[in-house]
């Protein structure tokens, strides 16, 4: 508890989860270590990605990304721990107490991808700062620092998503109502962050992804005239 990852392997990160399979082309664009993307691939996969893993997200731009993150550098007291930002949660199911075959996971790819089939692009705002009181971290009950995202069409897209993985036996939490945002750190219960700056941002949701074993990204492909008449 406590510690932040190497600057290196969080920087793959971003990378690997805004990218995902066009990664090629951003090491068309740039001179690449082949053994470092290796290693901070390899180190990013036993940090996150097990076959266990079934969280579903919408990634945050890396520019954008990067822009909070200086911020977060900023906001975070001494007795706060920094979360990556870099998504959305859409749906939270926790870990699978077993691995999920590729039979299993293909077909959960699937019900997702038929959910964004039939969802659109989504325009985002951030809309400023929100504490969290209710969060827990390791056990342990503290405050989220977040950032609120206003995307309309969000919520629909959230209870579809809930729906078809409920359909493939996973059990989404309910342990909160859905609110987008994404945080920048947890600080003690009940504290609060003294001269928070103004905060903002525009950015388009385009994609989901499943994170298993592997990262499924699934573009949003649906129109506008089909979502409202569902």
């Known amino acids: 508890?406590?510690?932040?990852?190497?600057?290196?392997?969080?920087?793959?990160?971003?990378?690997?989860r805004n990218l995902h399979f066009s990664w090629y082309k951003k090491a068309m664009n740039e001179t690449v270590d082949l053994s470092t993307v290796l290693d901070d691939l390899a180190k990013l996969a036993s940090i996150?990605?097990?076959p266990r893993q079934q969280f579903t997200y919408a990634p945050l731009p890396s520019d954008l990304a990067d822009k909070w993150t200086a911020v977060q550098d900023k906001v975070t007291p001494p007795?706060?721990?920094?979360?990556?930002?870099?998504h959305i949660t859409?749906?939270?199911?926790?870990?699978?107490?077993?691995?999920?075959?590729?039979?299993?996971?293909?077909?959960?790819?699937k019900a997702l991808q038929d959910v964004a089939n039939d969802h659109p692009p989504l325009s985002a705002?951030?809309?400023?700062?929100?504490?969290?009181?209710?969060?827990?971290?390791?056990g342990k009950d503290v405050t989220a620092v977040v950032a609120l995202v206003d995307a309309p069409g969000i919520e629909d897209l959230q209870v579809a998503l809930?729906?078809?993985?409920?359909?493939?036996?996973?059990k989404p939490s309910e342990d909160h109502a859905f609110t987008?945002?994404?945080?920048?750190?947890?600080?003690?219960?009940g504290h609060r962050v003294e001269n928070l700056p103004s905060l903002d941002g525009s950015f388009t949701i385009d994609r989901i992804c499943f994170?298993?074993?592997?990262?499924?990204?699934i573009p949003l492909r649906g129109s506008l005239g089909k979502t409202a008449a569902m």
Request: aromatic fraction near 8%; hydrophobic fraction near 35%; include cysteine.
């Open 1 to 16: 508890p406590g510690l932040q990852r190497p600057p290196k392997i969080a920087a793959a990160k971003r990378r690997l």
């Open 211 to 217: 994170a298993n074993k592997d990262i499924h990204g």
């Open 162 to 170: 809930k729906g078809a993985l409920k359909a493939q036996g996973l």
């Open 125 to 138: 705002k951030v809309q400023g700062w929100a504490y969290f009181d209710g969060a827990k971290k390791d």
């Open 180 to 189: 987008p945002h994404f945080t920048f750190c947890y600080v003690p219960a």
């Open 90 to 109: 859409l749906v939270f199911c926790g870990k699978s107490d077993t691995d999920r075959s590729p039979a299993e996971v293909d077909a959960i790819v």
């Open 48 to 50: 996150t990605l097990t």
């Open 79 to 86: 007795d706060g721990e920094k979360q990556e930002i870099d």
